[in-house]
C-alpha cells in the first residue's frame, strides 16, 4: 500500500525544484510526486519509508524544514 508523505523544502529557483524532480524521477517505488517551487513543498506518494525519501531529497543539497507521513 503506498505511503503518501509531504515535506517544506527551501527552495529559490526553477533549477532548485528541477534537481528534486530529477532524483524523484530516478527512484523506483514512487508512484507520484509533486514538486511546487510557489509553496516550497514537495508531495510524494511511494511503497517506500519516509526515511529514504527524506535522504533523497537531502541528497540534492536542499534544505528539509519539516515533513510528515500524510497516510
Known amino acids: ?3 503518501k ?3 517544506d523544502v527551501t527552495m529559490s529557483c526553477s533549477g532548485c ?3 528534486i524532480e ?10 507520484n ?16 519509508d519516509y ?3 527524506y535522504n533523497v531529497i537531502q541528497k540534492t543539497g536542499k ?4 515533513g510528515k507521513v500524510v497516510s
Open 17 to 19: 525544484s528541477g534537481a
Open 1 to 3: 500500500m503506498p505511503h
Open 5 to 7: 508523505y509531504h515535506f
Open 22 to 31: 530529477r532524483v524523484l524521477k530516478k527512484q523506483d517505488g514512487i508512484a
Open 63 to 66: 534544505k528539509i524544514n519539516g
Open 33 to 48: 510526486y509533486n514538486v511546487s517551487l510557489e509553496n516550497q513543498t514537495v508531495d510524494v506518494e511511494t511503497d517506500k
Open 51 to 53: 526515511d529514504s525519501i
